[in-house]
């Protein structure tokens, strides 16, 4: 099945004959189900912070920033935005002219509050000898749309949700990049200096270059620090293999195997090349104006706050580990902190030899951690947070897409509509062990969290493989703290309609 020339395509991604044997086996048998012990909830998994506990865990990353530790602003980037203008792009191929559903009409009512409406008036200007208003008065409402996404225009149909300008000020217009670069000046510098990373693509990385480039000193005199901005991109040997409809691998007309990107569930090999202690990590689209950065900020600040501090505690309890000499009472503290604190819980726990119970601890305590940030359930699509059973038999908390739950099971499928929270990929996290030592994260990936879905080439139906998701399945085997913090820190841009919703104005 695999050919001399399959071989050396594999080679040049740096792709095993291995991995593409369970690849096929994975199309072959399926991804199990998760197997879930409930919907995560205030007082169930759920941490709701008081003002005392706020101020408390604020100081203490203040404290932590102080002390000089390696943080990063992980930021994956590398979506282009051409779902965001899906709606428009189906009025450009509509055969009316007029605009006539709801998105449509809500696009051109609200031209002029887009932060990008001066620079779309100057090109339909250059292009068509008049501006946006004289268009829309004229009936040439496509002329318009089309300056907006074709190439000839801003071209915003194929760059990435990066690069578009998001939010108008007095006196300049900013990207998500640039908002991200001030949301890292305010709570994830230390001591002078900031790091922020983002995953991109191959075809974009020259104009996110360009863009940083150009903007960087003004930035770095504007908040008095040093930026260090770098760029990866998902690795070759995270594509993934493609199949056929009856599990024999696709073949593209030249005969050569087709790989896809494994989805974001890859950029975990990016996140473990990084050489920092915490890491937060948030989309490149949920971003908001200066008027309400204050609010994300603080709970920024104490998401982190709770993650060193917990992250304190647990390297306290293996380095007594280490020393061999702890009571029976300390044993028990640990088994609490690691229920309590972390989550975590073996139904079978109380029927373990003291041996045995410090072999489950330190496997439980030294392990990466993250905090992620949880709103109250609004509607919004995408995953949850739930108390999950693992492959070792002890129960966790885990971030869920509604593709690893069985829709035949109903009382799953009710604590997923039924759950009170929402995942909105707010996360900081721990990446180094109490020894100061990285974590390999791809040894915390649960590979049976994967799924399948169906896409088509040149008229034939595949079979796609996506790997686990980045705050799915790749950091399954972590220790989970979900912490309540308030909806309006999730301000994502889906459509481009969103950014005409006041908190982006």
Known sequence: MITANDKKQLEAKGISEAQIEQQLRDFQTGF????????????????????????????????????????????PASGAASRMFKDMFEFLDADYDVPTKPAEKQFFEGVHNFAFFQALDDSCQVNEGRGVDALIEEGSYKAVVANMLDAEGLNYGQLPKGLLQFHAYDDEVRTPLEEHLVEAALYA???????VHFTVSTEHRELFKALVERILPDYEQRFGIKYHISFSEQKPSTDTLAANMDNTPFRNEDGSLLFRPGGHGALIQNLSDLQSDVVFVKNIDNVVPDKLKPITVTWKQVIAGILVQTQKQAFEYLRLLDTGKYSHAEIEEMIRFVRHELCTDMPDLKDLEDAELVTFLRRKLNRPMRVCGVVKNVGEPGGGPFLAYNPDGSISLQILES????????????????????????????????????????????PATGFISYKSKNGKELKALELPGLWNGAMSDWSTIFVEVPLETFNPVKTVCDLLRPEHQ
């Open 32 to 75: 199990p189900f998760l197997k879930l012990a409930g919907a995560a909830a205030i007082g169930r998994g759920i941490v709701a912070v008081d003002e005392a506990k706020e101020k408390a865990c604020i100081k203490a990353w203040e404290d932590y920033k102080a002390e000089g530790h390696h943080i990063t602003k992980f930021v």
């Open 189 to 195: 510098q230390s001591r002078g200096e900031a790091d």
């Open 403 to 446: 593709s690893q739950i069985d829709k035949n099971n109903p009382e799953y499928m009710r604590m997923f509509t039924e759950g009170t929270h929402f995942n909105p990929v707010d996360l900081v996290c721990g990446i180094r062990d109490y020894k100061g030592e990285k974590f390999d994260l791809p040894r915390y990936v649960d």
